[in-house]
């Protein structure tokens, strides 16, 4: 059987875009999905029962390397990966979905609990800045759920690197 291996293909009623579940040891690939604005739950506590049960109630495909669990009969949108770099895995999803990476997807989406973020007024973020970073910048956005900050800082110049080291081209 060959390494990358996927189960099914979209559903007809899943129009939107992919979103997707995470097996536990795939945290790392979670974080750079949601980086790039895409719906990826993880959760290290989440046992494989829990992880079907979110994949069928959602329709999320499960990202993973356990081919024991993509065998398993219950599994029905799924992508089996095989390497166990984030650069090689998120190419694979990317290719396989046709994910777009562009800027202004970016961190519309927030990485420690994959809310969507939501524009805010600078002003109403000011006492929760560094001055730097309060001069230096005009758009932030928040998460609802958490209230962590994003905005557009040389973390953010960093990333689209890492991405196109990872051989994904990052588009405006
Ligand atoms: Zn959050």
């Keep these: 059987m060959k390494g990358d291996m996927m189960k099914q293909t979209f559903d007809q009623d899943n129009s939107g875009e992919p979103r997707f579940v995470c097996d536990d040891h795939m945290g790392k690939l979670a974080r750079y999905l949601r980086v790039a604005g895409y719906d990826a739950v993880f959760d290290s506590a989440m046992d494989n029962n829990r992880l079907i049960q979110i994949s069928l109630d959602e329709k ?3 990202l993973t390397r356990d081919r024991r669990l993509v065998e ?3 599994v029905r949108y799924c992508l089996l990966l095989k390497s166990d770099r ?3 895995q998120i190419k694979t999803v990317a290719e396989h979905f046709g994910l777009v990476f562009s800027k202004s997807r970016m961190f519309t989406r927030c990485l420690e609990d994959n809310t969507p973020t939501v524009r805010v ?5 000011r006492g929760r800045l560094w001055p730097y970073t309060y ?10 759920a958490c ?5 557009a800082g040389s973390h ?3 990333m689209y690197t890492r991405f196109e080291e990872a051989g994904i081209p990052v588009v405006d």
């Design 121 to 125: 007024a600078k002003e109403d973020v």
């Design 60 to 62: 999320r495909y499960i």
């Design 86 to 88: 984030w650069q090689d």
């Design 147 to 151: 209230h962590r900050i994003y905005w």
């Design 72 to 74: 398993r009969r219950l």
């Design 156 to 158: 953010v110049a960093a």
């Design 135 to 144: 001069v230096h910048h005009d758009e932030f956005r928040m998460c609802p």
